[in-house]
């Protein structure tokens, strides 16, 4: 077997003294013969199976069809575990994790005699975790997601993941449906294997694999237990050997170009806030220096395409059937919207690749000249109050409150929030702007999904959805709303959130990209004087590391010393 160069794995297998006795032979107690020694890729699987990660749980069946593609294609599969983190269990955040489980990654792969590597991701942050930890090592790299849920169904309806869930909790709280209405809905929704079946999160990341061209065409909406979601993993098997043989790196796969037509896509899909902090700590790890403004100013003209929850009706089963992701992609393509000549893992362009798909379905996926909604993009807000930046999802949105001056009404914590939100004595009507501080990277720790405030339930008797919130925290996927997110800097470093108070005046204006506190600099310069920082519990462990290295929102949430990439060159012996 002929590559280009010799392969990282022969450092390990190839030796004929003491150390390759050590290397072959503890493998050879698992059955493997002395020929797959021989030179033939080594492709790691990266998987991040876990019981508690359920939106992966199924992932040991779906590795192994990715080890019969590695062995159709004369490559030695070898399957490794890493740190799964799993949206609905983790606390306090997963986000606190995502870092964590980068390095663990990064050295798995770097560490051990590896010449490719498959990533199998699914729920929210293991996509961005395994893209980046990955990205440090830069081998040639496959990503696999583990597809959506199949639709959830409750009493003749459909229901998704999250965003049902928020709104009928906000229906029990208000008093709309019974306790025993919300305990059957709950086996309704998530009534299949895979991730969050709504465009939430998960399915927003698996379309940014598709979008940047690391994963296999389809890759975004192919439901987990579809058949086709098992052969894509087999092909991606087949595909990873080629790419070592090949010796095409992660880097020449994640360009600018890659980045940029995966922020489009995002506003064409009206894909979740989250992956703006996840694409740019990817794309600083394999060197591209992407930034907010590039968010706001690749997504500004990009319609939505796609009518799927949060924002719209249909859910991520029908979004396959439909046609899928690679519709998107043909429709931004043809507006030149795309640069159509990137290349992705299969060895053809995103345009070779999805030039010639039908739509069949148009109720969902939309023609561009006939869009689901006008703006799918994130908008960049800045002002005084959000000086390097804050963000907001259009398409999630209220029009009424896009251009909008209210009322603080300030909650100083995230259990300051939950203290009060109930209380009917709390001065607080529609057309304030709840403020909620103390969330962001360092002050929660781990910049959790908390910034779609809950309504307070006087307000949602009177039939009111929305409301205008501002916060430094991250908002679910699955969440809806003009809810203004990632305020920085955030308030626990004294940003100028930390600073508002109740009855100030704030100005939202979407249009203008424009948040502005109507708090005079010598008052804001005085109670910064008087501010003292939050109490951060950090003392010692991994939530020390966190808070001491983690960057703000803008700069993607990495640690200071993970940004950049080491390589893959093979680390020193152990004897
Ligand atoms: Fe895992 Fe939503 S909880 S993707």
New binding site residues.
């Given amino acids: 077997m002929t590559t280009k160069k010799p392969l990282r794995s022969q450092a390990w297998f190839a030796r004929k003294d003491k150390m390759g006795f050590y290397y072959r032979s503890w493998l050879k107690n698992r059955g493997f013969p002395q020929d797959q020694f021989d030179g033939r890729p080594v492709i790691g699987i990266c998987n991040t199976w876990s019981e508690l990660?359920?939106?992966n749980s199924h992932f040991r069946t779906l590795a192994e069809h990715v080890r019969w593609g590695i062995l159709d294609a004369g490559g030695f599969p070898l399957e490794f575990p890493v740190m799964s983190l799993?949206?609905?269990m983790l606390r306090p955040t997963a986000m606190l994790y995502r870092n964590l489980a980068s390095m663990d990654v990064e050295e798995s792969i770097r560490a051990n005699p590896l010449d490719g590597v498959v990533l199998m991701m699914?729920?929210?942050k293991t996509t961005p975790a395994l893209l980046m930890g990955a990205a440090s090592v830069d081998l040639p790299t496959i990503g696999i997601s583990g597809g959506p849920m199949l639709r959830g169904f409750y009493r003749g309806k459909a229901i998704g993941?999250?965003t049902n869930t928020i709104s009928m909790s906000e229906q029990l709280r208000s008093g709309q449906i019974t306790l025993d209405d919300f305990y059957e809905a709950e086996a309704s929704m998530h009534r299949s294997q895979g991730?969050?079946m709504t465009m939430?999160?998960?399915s927003t990341m698996a379309s940014m694999v598709e979008a940047l061209g690391v994963g296999m065409p389809g890759n975004a909406a192919i439901p987990a237990v579809d058949a086709r979601r098992a052969l894509l993993a087999r092909e991606a098997g087949r595909r990873i050997v080629e790419m070592v043989k090949q010796d095409i790196a992660l880097s020449q796969i994640l360009t600018r170009e890659a980045f940029e037509n995966a922020i489009r896509v995002n506003g064409g899909i009206g894909g979740s806030t989250n992956a703006v902090v996840h694409l740019i700590a990817m794309a600083r790890r394999i060197g591209v220096d992407l930034s907010l403004d590039d968010w706001d100013r690749l997504g500004r003209d990009v319609p939505c395409l796609v009518d799927l929850m949060p924002s719209g009706r249909f859910l991520m089963e029908d979004f396959f059937e439909a046609g899928g992701l690679p519709v998107v992609l043909r429709e931004l393509a043809e507006q030149g919207l795309l640069h159509k000549d990137a290349v992705t893992v299969n060895g053809r362009t995103i345009w070779e690749n999805n030039k010639d798909v039908e739509c069949w379905n148009r109720e969902v996926i939309h023609p561009f000249d006939q869009p689901f909604k006008p703006n799918g993009g994130i908008a960049v807000l800045r002002g005084n109050l959000a000086p390097n930046g804050a963000i907001i999802k259009p398409s999630a949105a209220s029009p009424h409150l896009m251009n909008h001056t209210g009322r603080a009404v300030v909650f100083e914590s995230i259990e300051d929030l939950h203290g009060r939100i109930n209380d009917d004595a709390l001065d607080i009507d529609e057309t304030c702007i709840m403020v909620l501080k103390n969330c962001g990277p360092k002050g929660y720790p781990g910049m959790a999904e908390v910034g779609n405030m809950p309504l307070p339930p006087k307000i949602l008797k009177k039939g009111i959805t929305d409301m205008i919130r501002i916060s430094d925290a991250r908002m679910s996927g699955?969440a809806y709303g003009t809810v203004v997110l990632h305020t920085a800097p955030e308030a626990a470093t004294g940003g100028p959130l930390a600073l508002v108070q109740n009855r100030d005046l704030i100005t939202l204006d979407v249009a203008a990209r424009s948040l502005h506190l109507h708090v005079e600099a010598e008052e804001l310069d005085r109670r910064r004087g008087a501010w003292t920082p939050p109490q951060v519990h950090s003392e010692r462990g991994y939530v020390k590391l966190y808070v001491d290295h983690v960057l703000q929102a803008d700069d993607g949430v990495d640690f200071d010393f993970l940004v950049g990439k080491s390589g893959s060159a093979v680390p020193r012996d152990n004897h």
């Fill in positions: 990660t359920p939106c799993g949206e609905t699914g729920c929210d993941s999250g991730h969050c939430g999160t998960a699955t």
